[in-house]
């Protein structure tokens, strides 16, 4: 997989994100409401969204592969908001957009953008929300992943339990779910959506 190359979309451009992000990261990661399903507490200061900037971006672009994306609209080169990808089996894709931005299709184009750019790299991609957030999973069935299973885990560092809906695409036309969170979490179930 190649190291994040500029998308583009009719109303965004996907980038790396670059240092002088770091207070549009702070104003992406500050928000308590948009932080609300993340897994992690909203930062509270700059210097905090610099560090964040620095470790979870800067440094892992000198990786030899990746996926990671800041979402900026055209015309405002400030990142609204990001798409990621797990480096891991699970391919875990996720993102989110700031909360002046939420229902204005601004995740479904940035995600689509991202999963045709995997699609010939990858053999699946999973991802999985919150049950008390369905438009992420709306933002999932847009991109045509299919629901598989659910699962409740005691989500950390915020240490309170979460149901999760876990959806997959797969890429090569291999009919397979990824199991991994099925066999991890003991509480596991199939809904009728």
């Not at 470790?55 to 900026?72: H, M, N, T, V």
Request: aromatic share 16%.
């Amino acid at each position: 997989m190649t190291n994040t190359p500029t998308l583009e979309t009719e109303r965004l451009i996907l980038r790396q994100f670059q240092p002088e992000d770091a207070d549009a990261v702070f104003a992406m990661y500050s928000d308590p409401e948009t932080m609300k399903y993340i897994p992690m507490f909203p930062l509270t200061d700059k210097g905090q969204a610099a560090a964040y900037l620095q470790k979870e971006y800067l440094d892992y672009y000198k990786q030899p592969f990746g996926c990671r994306y800041a979402i900026c609209l055209k015309g405002n080169d400030a990142p609204i908001g990001y798409v990621h990808l797990a480096d891991d089996e699970s391919h875990d894709f996720g993102y989110l957009v700031r909360r002046e931005y939420w229902r204005k299709g601004i995740g479904s184009e940035a995600a689509g953008a991202v999963v045709d750019w995997l699609r010939p790299q990858l053999p699946y991609i999973t991802a999985t929300h919150d049950v008390n957030n369905p438009g992420s999973g709306s933002v999932m069935r847009k991109l045509g992943m299919r629901y598989c299973y659910s699962y409740k885990e005691l989500w950390q560092p915020k240490n309170f339990w979460v149901t999760f809906r876990m959806y997959q695409l797969n890429f090569d036309g291999q009919d397979r779910i990824y199991r991994a969170y099925w066999e991890r979490y003991p509480d596991h179930f199939i809904e009728t959506l």
